[in-house]
Structure formats: structure tokens, C-alpha cells
């Protein structure tokens, strides 16, 4: 007989009865039946019931061990009978009468318990993680997160791409976030910096003549945390493609990522449905004005409106001076709210202005009947116009967001989104999947007072040379797309700007001399000049495709080792201390604080 087991504790079915087995594993729970016991065994796979007698050595032995101790169990498997089967445990039917156990590692007093789902502080969770990893939902997560990388990668191979690994010490270059430095010791004084992305080499791999690679990617940015991006690390699906056009880019990667969703939906029992192929496709100028956001949840059924023409010389002289003015009205329906209290419509205006903006004006309707200051003040008639220009019915309410274009319309995208949870809108059976496309190019920076990229610089222009060289920056767009699931943005991509002279000219437009790119992208424009495909790609996120599967609102749930909020391992201790000659090594010196 094996050492340790000669089953799992997920394993033994009515089938093994009469037989003699060991298994080992964790003491998961114990209940006392007036003299027997009863001890729920854990493992990896799943839980048996062991039964020790009374006065049986066992017992003796079992009595006296706290939850979480390593044992390992010798016993015969016999049948709980009808009565006492337990159709939630696969092993529910069977349970093993214990006549000899050896204990391989008793356990102290738990800082936290691992038996059920209760809450505990975050800062406890994360310093005794591998106690919060043995918990059955978190166990499940980081399952299920192995499964999907699994299945991504075999459904990337199947459709012709080939797996590659970049390098991790690079030089620094200036992604948009700020980079992690690994200071050289043969080198004083300079620095590796650690990938935000990819990028740049997977570019070079397509100039390389590998046509369809990808990797599942580690990626470093030293940035704030939040509940959907994890601070430091995280892990992408890199793809990059040759010789295609916006078009193959999606015809690639939409069948991996309907596929592996579908493959998951039904995950825990949640039977989940899965948008059809292939995703539909919003420009980014429409999905601004829609739902106020360029990662749109599409199973909020409430779409937005632009109304700044209902209230041009009206009788509500704040929205006809703002309209007036330039600036932009738009509405917002909240449907069925005929039932809701004046506090409703009251508690949107006081959140809106507690998250800086000015305020979400109403209207009310109860049966057609007309409420809320906007309705007064822009008279029935006008109002009736409006309601009926917005296809709303007799009790459907509308909130207002005016302002600036972009102000106004995040203003409308947030308020859109809480009006759907309120109203308890949101289908959470389904997955729904978009494209945004057709991102500007650039955009006015109104601080620098110059034009300046607006997404991605590397993205090639719609039109190439003679659109930058003929047409207003401003109404230049890209081939930039973002891949969106429930409002959570999962990657974005482009087809790249592969040529010098495209891409030296839309610098120029953004500020930047011949001399800036030739310092900051030495690598990649030096390559471009001896000969470059037509190339593009992506790189959707596994730690948000993961979390969207397991149903959890935090990514910290998904990832086996998470750091907290402020980027600290508080169970490593990290970051730490060096000590004084690893710093000569490195020819580094602390610099003192500054006080007072």
C-alpha cells in the first residue's frame, strides 16, 4: 500500500464498499455523535466522511487535533445507507470507519477558518493566503483560471499560432504607465526595466518573419490598484498576426474567446449564455454617445440620448443657455419608474454631485402624468415632444446630464449604469461581447495646449500618409479597437503603423521630432527600415476574462498570490529591505527622506 493514499478524498464511490483504503488529507471539520466521531477528510479533489468509533484509538487521537491538521487515515469503506446519503458530496454515499490514523502535521490555532465562506479582513486573507487558498470558492478560482489559460492556449495553436516567450529584463521605454527598474551591476548606474507589455518585441517577431505568434504574458506596470487590475503584475494573452487587416484580427481571436467562454459559462451551475459570433462592432464615437463610455455593458438595456436640440430657445433657460453655448444635453431613461418616491430621483441628483459633476436633472411619470422641475419649466407640450422623440412610455422616468460633450457624456455613462442596478436591469446570465472601433487618432490636449495621441501611437491611420498630410488631426481615425465583455474592457489593439515615413509624420502631428522616435524606439524604427509586413494584434487580459468567469467583482480573487492595494506581499514581506552590500553591489546609495 502507497505510503500517503491509496485514493483521493474526491474519489470513493459506492462501488468501493468492503474495501480496505488510506487516504490522507486535511482535517476539515469535526462533529461528536455522543461517543463517535465524525471527521469531513479534504484533499485537492474533494471531501470523504471518516467515522471514528468510540473508545477506538482513532478517536483518541482525531478528539484532540484542531481543524487543519494533516493526517493520514487507514480504514475500510462502507455505505451510509438511503437514509444518510449526502446527495451534495460526490462522495456522499460512502463514508471510511478509521482503525488507525498518523498524524503528518498537526496545526496550531487558525488566524482564520478554512471551513466555509465568511468574510475576513483583507489584510488577514492576504497574509495567511495559502489558509485562504485551501477555502473552497477561492480553490475553485484558481482552478478554473488554470482550465482557461489551458484552453486558450489550445485553442491559439489551433487556429496557427505558435507560442513564443519575450524577454523579461528590457530597457525602459515609454508605454504610458510607469515602468519597474532592476538596477545592473556590471553596468553602475543604468537600468533594465521590466515589459509593461510585450509590444515592442512582439512587433519585432512579426518583422522577424514568424507570421501568427502569441504567449500568455507576464506584464509589469507600477500602478494603482483596482477592483479590476492588479497592482504590479498580470498575465495577457499576446497575439500578433501578419499580413492582416482589422477584419483577420477579429475573424482570429473572436473564436477563441466565444469558444473558451462558452466552454466556461456554465461554471459552478451559473449557465450563462454567450453573445453570437461574430461580435458586434460600435464606433467609438457612437458607444460614447449611446452609454457614455467606450466599454459598454450591453446587457443594460438603457441607451442615452442626444436631446440638445429639444432644448434650444426653451423655457428652461440653464439647458438653453448650455445648448447655446456649445455644449450638449443628454438623456438618460429610467424605465418603470412610476412606483419609485420623489427620494429616487432625489438620491441620483446627490450622488451625481458627490462624484464632482453639477447634477442629474428629471422628469417623472406616473400614468403620463408629468413631475420634477425640468417638466415645469419646459412646458407639457414640449415636454410630451420630447417623451415621445424617445419612444418612452407613460411610466418612464429621464434624468439629464448637460455640460461639456465629454463631461456630460461620463456624466450620462455612469448615471446609465447606477439607474440599471437600482432598477436591477442587468441580465447577469449572459456574456455580451463588442468591439470598439474606429478610435480619433489624436485629440486636443487642453492643458499642453497642443494635439497629442489619443490612444495608442503605434496604431496605423486610416487613410496612411495622406490622411495625416491632407486632413484636420482631429478627424483623423485609427485602426485601434478595444475587445469589451459587460463593461469590462479586455484588451486593445491595432493594426500597427509599420512603415518610417507614417510613422515619423504622425509624431510630428503629436510634437515629436524625427530625433524623439529615433532615441525613444530605436528597436522597433531601425527594424521598420529594413523591410516590415503589414501586422497587428491584441492582448486580452486572463486575470479579467478569469474574474468575469468565476462571477467575482475583484481581481485579487483570481490570482493565486496577490499583493494589497498599496503593492505590498504582506506575505513575503515585499517590498523590503537590502542590506548595505548588495547596494555597493549595485552601486546604489539611499537618499534620506526629506523633513520638515
Known amino acids: 500500500m502507497h505510503a500517503y493514499r491509496t485514493h483521493t478524498c ?111 479582513p483583507e489584510d488577514i486573507r492576504l497574509r495567511y493566503r495559502y489558509l485562504d487558498l485551501r477555502r473552497e470558492r477561492l480553490h475553485a478560482n484558481i482552478l478554473l483560471r488554470s482550465h482557461v489559460i489551458s484552453s486558450i492556449r489550445r485553442r491559439m495553436i489551433d487556429q496557427g499560432f505558435t507560442e513564443f516567450q519575450t524577454p523579461i529584463l528590457t530597457a525602459s521605454s515609454p508605454e504610458g504607465a510607469r515602468d519597474y527598474l532592476v538596477p545592473s551591476r556590471v553596468h553602475p548606474g543604468k537600468f533594465y526595466a521590466l515589459p509593461q507589455a510585450p509590444q515592442m518585441f512582439k512587433q519585432l517577431i512579426m518583422v522577424a518573419g514568424f507570421d501568427r505568434y502569441f504567449q500568455i504574458a507576464p506584464c509589469f506596470r507600477d500602478e494603482d490598484a483596482r477592483a479590476d487590475r492588479s497592482p504590479g503584475e498580470f498575465y495577457q494573452l499576446d497575439f500578433e498576426m501578419s499580413y492582416v487587416t482589422q477584419d483577420d484580427v477579429f475573424a482570429a481571436i473572436e473564436p477563441v474567446l466565444h469558444g473558451v467562454f ?47 436640440d429639444h432644448f434650444k430657445g426653451s423655457g428652461f433657460g440653464l439647458f438653453d443657455r448650455i445648448v447655446s453655448g456649445g455644449d450638449v444635453v443628454r438623456a438618460i431613461p429610467a424605465p418603470g419608474t412610476a412606483e419609485k418616491s420623489r427620494k429616487f430621483f432625489d438620491d441620483m441628483n ?65 448615471a446609465r449604469t447606477r439607474i440599471a442596478e437600482q432598477l436591477g436591469l442587468i441580465d447577469e ?67 500597427r503603423n509599420h512603415r518610417p515615413d507614417i510613422m515619423y509624420k504622425a509624431f510630428e502631428i503629436a510634437g515629436y521630432t524625427q530625433a524623439d522616435v529615433d532615441t525613444n524606439f530605436a528597436g522597433m524604427i531601425n527594424a521598420f527600415k529594413f523591410g516590415a509586413p503589414p501586422h497587428g494584434g491584441s492582448a486580452p487580459g486572463i486575470d479579467r476574462i478569469v474574474m468575469l468567469l468565476a462571477g467575482e467583482p475583484n481581481i485579487r480573487e483570481v490570482v493565486l498570490f496577490p499583493m494589497n492595494q498599496k503593492a505590498e506581499d504582506l506575505m513575503m514581506n515585499a517590498p523590503g529591505n537590502v542590506t548595505a552590500k548588495q547596494l555597493r553591489e549595485l552601486s546604489i546609495r539611499i537618499a534620506e527622506a526629506a523633513t520638515g
Open 10 to 120: 474526491g474519489e470513493l464511490r459506492e462501488s468501493h464498499v468492503g474495501s480496505r483504503v488510506r487516504l490522507s488529507g486535511w482535517v476539515h471539520r469535526k462533529r461528536d455523535h455522543g461517543g463517535v466521531l465524525f471527521v469531513d477528510l479534504r484533499d485537492h479533489y474533494g471531501l470523504t466522511q471518516i467515522v471514528a468509533r468510540a473508545d477506538s484509538e482513532p478517536l483518541k487521537v482525531l478528539e484532540h487535533l484542531r481543524a487543519e491538521s494533516v493526517v493520514t487515515i487507514d480504514g475500510e469503506v462502507v455505505s451510509r445507507g438511503p437514509e444518510a446519503t449526502n446527495p451534495n458530496l460526490p462522495t456522499g454515499a460512502i463514508e471510511v470507519v478509521a482503525d488507525s490514523v498518523t498524524v503528518q502535521s498537526a496545526a496550531d490555532e487558525l488566524p482564520l477558518p478554512v471551513a466555509g465562506e465568511a468574510d475576513y
Open 262 to 308: 462558452e466552454e466556461f459559462a456554465d461554471w459552478q451551475g451559473k449557465g450563462r449564455s454567450v453573445s453570437p459570433l461574430p461580435f458586434r462592432r460600435i464606433p467609438f464615437r457612437e458607444a460614447m454617445l449611446k452609454y457614455g463610455s467606450d466599454k459598454p455593458d450591453l446587457r443594460n438595456p438603457i441607451l442615452i440620448s442626444d436631446v440638445s
Open 350 to 414: 446627490d450622488w451625481a454631485r458627490s462624484e464632482g459633476h453639477a447634477g442629474l436633472g428629471y422628469i417623472t411619470q406616473k400614468g403620463g402624468e408629468l413631475g420634477g422641475p425640468i417638466a415645469k419649466n419646459h412646458g407639457e407640450e414640449a415636454t410630451r415632444k420630447l417623451i415621445e422623440a424617445l419612444g418612452l412610455g407613460p411610466d418612464d422616468g429621464i434624468f439629464f446630464a448637460a455640460g461639456k460633450e465629454g463631461a456630460a457624456a461620463k456624466l450620462a455613462g455612469a
Open 429 to 495: 446570465s449572459r456574456f455580451e461581447f463588442c468591439w470598439i472601433v474606429d478610435f480619433p487618432m489624436f485629440e486636443y490636449d487642453e492643458d499642453a495646449k497642443k494635439v497629442d495621441f489619443s490612444h495608442n501611437p503605434f496604431s496605423m491611420p486610416q487613410g496612411g500618409l495622406e490622411a495625416l498630410e491632407t486632413k484636420d488631426p482631429l478627424d483623423i481615425l485609427a485602426y485601434q479597437y478595444d475587445i469589451v465583455c459587460n463593461g469590462v474592457e479586455l484588451s486593445s489593439g491595432a493594426i
